[in-house]
């Protein structure tokens, strides 16, 4: 069994001696004491890379509405990359594409990664482009391990495709049981985007959930796309109906304007959502106290010691806090670094040996990786992630575990 964080001391020890000069990381992602010496290349082996690298594509929103997502996710696989190289043996060497979370922009986006060479694709950060891309890196067998995207649509008929973080029917699942097992709410409403593959999974889940659980929904309204602003048709429904809580299973940015809205009306709702509102704390010109006492549903742990060590890490680099989504995407290189290992990949191999390799090792029920967005992560062959969720409030504008 390959576990992350069995070699913590090692690493940091490690890193800090690097020639490049790059911090210690008491975190997670690092090979168990006993791993096959021979799961390492040698370092002067040449292939995919121009230097002997193993290529990694990366395709997620680094412009546009949801830009947050995809900018966190690469600067937390650039994070994990350094890391890893510094350690000698395996090497990557990342591609990151911009698909503004569009899915004809995706494949755009993974052509021109195939036409570079690329080995294993990670990606997308959005389901939408994700599943778009996943029919062709089925067909194409190269191994895909999405960061954040959640829909079931994405790894569906694609035995190639594996997901780091939860799926939409799960979070739903999740936050209906812990808004009725904590007694939250007795009437919810539910504002979801019916456009989005995300949004409405997530809702699905919710639903049946909430209705073998005995938690009414009293207000089901939705909205076309993440650039509508005015929300106070949906908002005024769920107040005319009693509602005392508003779950909402969508992206930061709608979600802001709903707070400020009915904030605005004097409708005193509280709120539960799910990883989509992560980065809501970080959104240029709102008001973080209306957000507080929102309950996120999230895997990251940030007061952790190694998520400690990586928010030090992201921060140095970007000037910024990372949110979930740049931990998934630090966990996601890792994982395939993991998997790498134990497959014994090397620079020289073809994206379609590669990915039958690496498709053995992840749904192999001995691997399971610690990280910073969960430990004992294991995948079924349905590329679905195991791992438990992190239920957090918003207070004082910070999450505080629940």
């Known amino acids: 069994m390959k576990k992350f964080l069995a070699l913590v001391l090692a690493l940091a020890m490690t890193l800090a001696l690097a020639a490049c000069g790059g911090n210690s990381q008491q975190n997670s992602s690092t090979p168990n004491a006993g791993q096959k010496e021979d799961a390492q290349p040698p370092a002067d082996s040449q292939g995919g890379g121009a230097s002997g690298t193993i290529k990694i594509g990366g395709i997620g929103p680094l412009t546009g509405s949801t830009a947050q997502y995809g900018i966190a996710t690469d600067e937390g696989a650039k994070i994990a990359i350094e890391e890893i190289n510094a350690l000698g043996g395996i090497q990557f060497e990342l ?3 911009d698909d503004e979370a569009d899915g004809e922009k995706g494949v755009n986006a ?3 990664l195939m036409d570079w060479g690329m080995q294993i694709l990670y990606g997308c950060t959005t389901s939408g482009s994700c599943a778009a891309v996943a029919a062709e890196s089925f067909n194409d067998r190269v191994f895909q391990l999405t960061p954040s995207a959640s829909s079931t649509t994405v790894t569906e008929g694609h035995d ?14 999740t936050a209906a049981d812990f808004i009725k097992d904590n007694a939250l709410a007795t009437k919810v409403a539910v504002i979801y985007n019916n456009s989005d593959d995300y949004s409405t999974g997530i809702y699905q889940g919710f639903k049946a959930e909430a209705e073998a659980v005995g938690l ?24 005319n109906n009693g509602a005392e809580m508003i779950f909402l299973p969508i992206y930061y ?10 904030s605005q009306k004097g409708y005193d709702f509280s709120y539960f959502g799910c990883d989509g509102l992560d980065g809501i704390l970080t959104l ?21 010691d190694a998520a400690v060590s990586f928010i030090e890490k992201y921060k140095a680099a970007t000037g910024g806090e990372p949110n979930q989504f740049a931990a998934d995407g630090y966990d996601c290189i890792y ?13 020289d191999m073809t994206a379609d040996q590669v990915c039958e390799a690496l498709i053995a090792v992840f749904t192999d029920s001995g691997f399971s990786v610690d990280g910073l967005t969960g430990s004992g992560m294991q995948w079924g062959a349905n590329g679905e992630v195991s791992k438990d969720p992190l239920i957090v409030q918003i207070t004082g504008g910070a999450y505080v575990n629940q």
């Open 216 to 239: 009414e929904i009293v207000s089901t309204t939705t909205f076309p796309d993440d650039t509508t602003t005015d929300f106070s048709a949906q908002i005024t429904d769920a107040y």
């Open 95 to 97: 591609n990151g594409q």
């Open 160 to 173: 190639n495709v594996f997901q780091l973080c939860f799926t939409d029917p799960n979070q739903g699942k």
């Open 284 to 304: 240029e010109g709102f008001d973080t106290a209306l957000a507080e006492g929102v309950y996120v549903l999230t895997p990251f742990d940030t007061a952790s």
């Open 335 to 347: 994982a395939l670094y993991a998997a790498c290992q134990e497959a014994g990949i090397t620079e």
């Open 253 to 262: 940015t709608p979600a802001s304007n709903i707070l400020i809205q009915a």
């Open 110 to 112: 993974y052509n021109n």
